[in-house]
């Protein structure tokens, strides 16, 4: 017997709590925010669980709009859900700082968006607007992997509203992290890029007795051009991983050979430097990875 969060939409809260949840940490997350948690800590915590509790009432609305409930209820969980947020934020920033290793500082972004869903799901047990177990959760991952699982229309819709939000900013953040360490460090190459040409000629002199003297003469040039900023990198990943979900969802996956070979042309000159080279392969692999895991996972969703 399933457990009962799995059985029918209006027992399915967290779903939409966890899309307001994945807008409030990624999308709706500006630099301008970053920048306020890091003078002051408690101001910008304050700030962002403010707007956590905002979108959560909005899309909860919505909710108890379509499926009913109780208002206090819903309104309760959402206050809740938004004030462990505060405390699992402000745990994690002191944490950030003690290393700054990749794979600390990655397991630490998985692990504070683990902790972030599993408070979502305690409080809503705890307020009775859901039933979670290890196995009602297992029986929805098979019930997925089957194809069977019962959505319904809102539903889908707010679940690919999380894979959408998941793909562009959530997956840009992680990558950021993870990829820190391959970044070009080389300082002629900071924020500009080269390219290098080289063509051979043929120069002719004429010498002190009168006679032409002519030989072949091999010339390099390199010119340097300033490189795109890193949001336009990050938007063009965004852009990338949704066109992949995309070709998925309309089960045309060989059009990501066209997407591959697009990218790549676009930055064919560059290959010649080598710490660049490997830099834009481990994101490109990493990127497309995620686009294609989320796609298939969109695809389930549609089905």
């Given amino acids: 017997m399933l457990a009962k969060s799995w059985k029918t939409g209006g027992d399915r809260v967290w779903l939409w709590i966890l899309f307001g949840h994945l807008l409030?940490?990624?999308?709706?997350?500006?630099d301008r925010l970053i920048d306020?948690?890091?003078?002051?800590?408690?101001?910008?915590?304050l700030a962002h669980s403010f707007i956590h509790v905002n979108v959560y009432v909005v899309l909860l609305m919505v909710y108890w709009f379509i499926y009913g409930g109780?208002?206090?209820l819903i309104l309760l969980a959402a206050a809740l859900i938004a004030i462990i947020h505060f405390f699992i934020d402000y745990l994690?920033?002191?944490?950030v700082s003690l290393n700054q290793a990749t794979p600390y500082q990655a397991g630490l972004f998985v692990l504070d968006q683990v902790f972030h869903v599993i408070s979502i799901l305690l409080v809503l047990t705890l307020l009775g607007l859901g039933s979670f177990s290890f196995s009602g959760i297992y029986d929805g991952i098979v019930l997925f992997s089957a194809g069977a699982y019962p959505w319904e229309t809102m539903e889908r819709v707010v679940a690919l509203g999380c894979i959408i939000v998941i793909g562009t900013y959530g997956a840009g953040y992680f990558l950021g992290i993870l990829l820190k360490d391959f970044t070009p460090k080389d300082d002629i190459q900071k924020n500009h890029y080269?390219?290098?040409?080289?063509?051979?000629?043929?120069?002719?002199?004429?010498?002190?007795?009168?006679e032409k003297e002519s030989e072949m003469v091999s010339v390099k040039t390199e010119q340097?051009?300033?490189?795109?900023?890193?949001k336009i990198g990050r938007y063009i990943g965004m852009l990338e991983r949704?066109?992949?979900?995309?070709?998925?969802l309309v089960q045309l996956p060989h059009g990501l050979a066209f997407l591959a070979a697009?990218?790549?042309?676009?930055?064919?000159?560059?290959?010649?430097n080598k710490q660049f080279a490997e830099y834009y392969l481990i994101g490109t692999f990493s990127s497309s990875l995620i686009g294609i895991v989320l796609g298939v996972v969109a695809l389930g969703v549609l089905q």
Avoid: H, M
């Fill in 194 to 210: 080269t390219i290098a040409n080289e063509k051979t000629e043929v120069r002719t002199r004429f010498l002190p007795n009168g």
């Fill in 224 to 230: 340097l051009f300033k490189d795109s900023s890193q």
């Fill in 242 to 248: 949704l066109l992949i979900i995309f070709l998925l």
């Fill in 70 to 72: 109780s208002i206090s």
């Fill in 262 to 272: 697009l990218k790549s042309l676009t930055r064919f000159k560059q290959f010649d």
């Fill in 36 to 45: 306020l948690k890091r003078k002051n800590i408690i101001k910008g915590l």
């Fill in 92 to 95: 994690k920033i002191r944490l």
């Fill in 24 to 30: 409030c940490d990624f999308l709706f997350q500006s």
